[in-house]
């Protein structure tokens, strides 16, 4: 655990040596922000609540997510540094998890960046505290599972933008898991169950069932696993390759 | 080589690892959760709980929802359709928990009345409305059907997730109303119209009036009989007596009621200094009178037995809860507080009384007030709804006639205490007829002798057919009094669109509440009055008032002038068409043209009045807005740059 502890904090310090990571950070504030005043109409719906601006999360992390998460693996191989990192006495696994927990924290400090959000809205009114709570502890899990979509996706090629496309496109599949979009092309052949199944994938219809103020115990189990998942992927991925 | 666990048989199994896992926790882990919300919107409350344990008899609830449908309907619509979505699933847990806790008594079933089927035929015919979903013309359902064993259904014909915070009340309400066997009775003795008025025998007769909403209301729960102030005794089956703005009652009656208090009867009185919603009769020789005439009731003197000091002259005005009014026209309207028009929050409320503290908004108009009157002995005085603390005592008088919200505001003293409008007593009263039952008349009339100095005759007369008197209580007495009758008026408390009344406050919800707790069934009083208000931008809406305060006057006066003005000039092109020449002279030109001006300039002034009105606000969310999108981002370009420039130094002077 100290290992992927001292590979996460040397990844972290990593990112703000370059500009990207401020820049990042810059883009995702200012739209998250844009988007909840223009677009989810703030003001004009007079709720004391998030709702304008948890809706935008989704889409958000689907677009931007790839952007950070390309260059966990990606870079690293064009530039060769993969070998260092393996020759190094740590595990692959340990490699993927300080990889992603940086990463992870990463986007959670994105996150912080949007409280003036909540005061603003403490200010205005009386909100639920609660529910605003449970839409940020969502959001950091839904996150977290983009993440590790796109850390897979990122192991798979050399080429960053290559990796970029592919992550979201993956996201935006599971994002819309749970719509018509996704689900006719199932649902034609596969048995209902299945269908039904792959709806439950869908990250948007969780996080908006936590959004509400519920914490379920399965949302979280849910996230947990897909992270778990994606990461092992991410893992054989690297492995495949090794071996290559 | 040591195999690695990272192969590809191993990413198929991880694969079907993570399906099964989502699967399995989705089915079996459903019922735990946090519930974040302040409202505990959705956690099943004890009072639910309570009464899905005791089901005596079992009840089925067909829970019908169209979730083929309703994963079908466009994008466009996409978000209410989420919230349908998500409403549903809620729902469907929330009755799995009711039958958790029912113990095998309540049955829930799950259907999909898809189109053109025989279980959307079955959901039709229960009465649930489907919403149109799609161009096809297939509908969307999603309402129950909730039957007991003698058949009786009760049916919630859509769930609207825009009314979530509803759907516990509802159920409950309706699981607790078909296993009922017996309704508990409640009296009520009233001089007010509440039960509506009587079908008129003629053909082409208007219909009659309707019953008040709060009595059907409290009919769902109970049986409401009437009962009339020439009674001599409560009759035996009735559980809680309701009177509600008693004119002075025989000497009988309130004996009647003074005995059943004190025999265990519990009663829920209300009494009001001047009640609006009360008709005085017309004397068609003097109209007037009836305007004058006080609209007070009282139920002196068993509340000054019971330990309760109330007065018909002095009605609550409050600054701190008062309803803003127009009392000017339309056209120059002019907003003030009218101090007796009261709107009660959880505040006015106390917290640790179960029976009012769910409640969220309550509408009185013209209060009385209530104090213990040190006479009560060993009886407990508990305040329920009290005013603010700048809340004062005026003259009942006031109101009578023309109500006069200008000249209250003259007379307010607020006392800095808050005035108690609505208390219970309970403990050990005393009875007001310490005598032993008053005088009655139709004995009198039997004897030639007047019957007042020879009280012993009368009571030989009675003696074998009235019960033991009580002079204080058998055990403990209970009693709601409440100084306001006009919170029961359906003004007060319900709105209607599209024919239906809707609650919009919870006047019917607080009757509801003393009822079901004097009658003893707690189990429902957790989960009423869970009604959430809306919580929205208060301190927006709080400047825009303001706003509104400074700038109406100045705009009232701004647009009187322009009136004037438009009227001089007028007048003035009449005076050139009447004249015979049809060329100005230069005076009245210029005369015109002055007006002319005037009229440009006091519009340009309403315009930037009405653009100030607006401009607090606007520029409060511009300013919100720009600090959200842009403060944090420029705050951390400035920390970049920072570091930048101390890496660059560092760089330089190594």
Same mark, same amino acid.
């Given at each position: ?244 | ?166 759907? $516990? ?9 078909? @296993? ?22 003629? *053909? ?78 017309? @004397?068609?020789?003097? *109209? ?63 917290? @640790?009384? *179960? ?210 003005? $438009? ?50 606000? $606007? ?36």
């Amino acid at each position: 655990m100290n290992v992927v502890l001292q590979i996460a904090r040397r990844e972290l310090r990593g990112y703000f040596a370059t500009p990207v990571a401020w820049v990042f950070l810059v883009i995702f504030l200012a739209l998250a922000g844009i988007l909840t005043f223009n677009q989810g109409g703030f003001f004009e719906l007079n709720s004391a609540d998030l709702s304008a601006f948890f809706k935008y999360h989704p889409w958000l992390y689907m677009l931007l997510v790839p952007a950070i998460s390309m260059r966990l693996w990606a870079e690293e191989r064009s530039s060769g540094s993969i070998e260092l990192l393996m020759t190094l006495p740590v595990t692959l696994g340990q490699a993927v998890l300080g990889k992603f927990l940086a990463a992870w924290v990463f986007l959670l400090a994105a996150l912080v960046g949007t409280l003036p959000m909540w005061l603003t809205v403490s200010y205005l009114g009386e909100p639920d505290h609660g529910v605003i709570l449970a839409g940020y502890v969502g959001s950091a899990l839904m996150a977290g599972a983009y993440l590790a979509v796109g850390a897979a996706f990122s192991a798979l090629t050399r080429n960053q933008v290559v990796a970029f496309v592919l992550s979201l496109m993956a996201s935006l599949l599971i994002t819309l898991a749970g719509w018509p979009v996704v689900l006719d092309a199932f649902s034609g052949w596969a048995p209902q169950a299945l269908v039904e199944t792959i709806a439950s994938l869908s990250f948007m219809t969780r996080f908006e069932a936590v959004a509400q103020g519920v914490f379920e115990l399965r949302d979280l189990v849910f996230f947990l696993t897909s992270m778990a998942f994606w990461l092992f992927l991410n893992a054989t991925i690297l492995q495949a390759r090794k071996a290559n | 080589m040591k195999r690695s666990v990272f192969s590809g048989a191993g990413v198929l199994l991880a694969a079907l690892l993570y399906l099964s896992l989502t699967v399995l926790s989705d089915a079996h882990l459903a019922g735990v959760r946090v519930d974040l919300t302040e409202d505990e919107l959705y956690t099943l409350s004890d009072g639910s709980r309570h009464i899905a344990a005791n089901l005596a008899e079992p009840i089925t609830v067909q829970l019908y929802y169209s979730s083929s449908v309703a994963r079908e309907i466009p994008a466009v619509a996409g978000e209410v359709a989420q919230k349908i979505i998500a409403h549903a699933s809620r729902v469907t847990e929330m009755l799995r928990e009711y039958e958790a806790a029912s113990d095998g008594k309540l049955r829930v079933v799950e259907l999909d009345p898809e189109p053109f089927s025989e279980v959307e035929d079955e959901a039709v015919a229960a009465g649930l409305v489907g919403l149109p979903a799609n161009t096809v013309g297939d509908r969307l359902y999603f309402g129950l059907v909730a039957t007991n064993a003698l058949g009786e259904q009760e049916v919630i014909p859509f769930l609207d997730p825009f009314r979530a915070e509803f759907v $516990e009340f509802e159920v409950s309400r309706f699981l607790a109303k078909l @296993d009922a066997l017996e309704k508990p009775v409640v009296g009520l003795l009233t001089s007010l119209p509440m039960f509506g008025g009587d079908a008129l025998p003629m *053909p082409n007769a208007p219909p009659p009036e309707p019953a008040w909403a709060v009595v059907d209301y409290v009919r769902e729960r109970f049986e409401v009989r009437e009962l009339s102030p020439d009674l001599d005794a409560i009759p035996s089956d009735v559980d809680v007596l309701w009177i509600v703005h008693p004119k002075p009652l025989p000497e009988t009656a309130l004996y009647a009621v003074d005995q059943f208090v004190l025999g265990g009867g519990r009663a829920l009185v209300f009494v009001d200094p001047h009640a609006e919603v009360e008709q005085p009769p017309n @004397d068609p020789n003097n *109209p007037m009178a009836s305007m004058g005439a006080p609209r007070s009731s009282d139920l002196a003197p068993l509340l000054a037995a019971w330990g309760v000091d109330f007065s018909t002259e002095t009605v609550v005005g409050d600054r701190g809860l008062a309803t803003r009014v127009n009392v000017g026209s339309r056209q120059r309207p002019e907003v003030l507080e009218y101090v007796v028009w009261l709107e009660l929050g959880p505040e006015q409320l106390p917290d @640790d009384e *179960p029976s009012v503290s769910r409640l969220q908004r309550l509408n009185l108009s013209s209060p009385g007030s209530l104090r213990e009157n040190g006479d009560a002995g060993e009886a407990a005085f508990t305040p329920l709804m009290t005013s603010s603390t700048d809340a004062s005592e005026l003259e009942a008088g006031h109101l009578r006639f023309f109500p006069d919200p200008k000249g209250l505001l003259r007379d307010y003293v607020p006392g800095g205490e808050p005035l108690t409008l609505a208390a219970r007593v309970d403990g050990v009263l005393r009875s007001a007829f310490p005598d032993g039952p008053p005088a009655d008349p139709e004995a009198d009339a039997l004897t030639d002798e007047p019957s007042d100095d020879d009280p012993d005759e009368v009571i030989d007369v009675e003696i074998d057919a009235a019960p033991e008197h009580l002079a204080r209580s058998r055990d403990t007495s209970h009693v709601v009094i409440v100084a306001d009758v006009d919170l029961l008026a359906d003004a007060n408390w319900t709105a209607e669109s599209f024919g239906f009344l809707t609650v919009a406050a919870d006047n019917g919800s607080l009757v509801l509440n003393q009822l079901d707790s004097l009658a003893g069934d707690p189990a429902l009083l957790g989960i009423r009055g869970r009604t959430g208000q809306a919580r929205t931008f208060t301190e927006l809406e709080r400047r825009r008032e303001l706003a509104e305060q400074r700038h109406l006057q100045e705009e009232q006066r701004l647009q009187a002038e322009l009136s004037a003005t $438009e009227r001089r000039l007028t007048e003035l092109q009449q005076q050139r068409e009447d004249g015979s020449s049809l060329l100005l002279t230069p005076e009245q030109a210029a005369e015109i043209e002055r007006f002319r001006a005037e009229q440009v300039a006091t519009r340009k002034q309403l315009r930037q009045t009405r653009a100030e009105l607006r401009a607090d606000v $606007e520029g409060l969310q511009s300013w919100l807005e720009a600090l959200n999108i842009l403060g944090v981002p420029l705050l951390l370009l400035a920390v970049a740059g920072a570091l930048t420039i101390l890496r660059r130094r560092g760089a330089a002077e190594s």
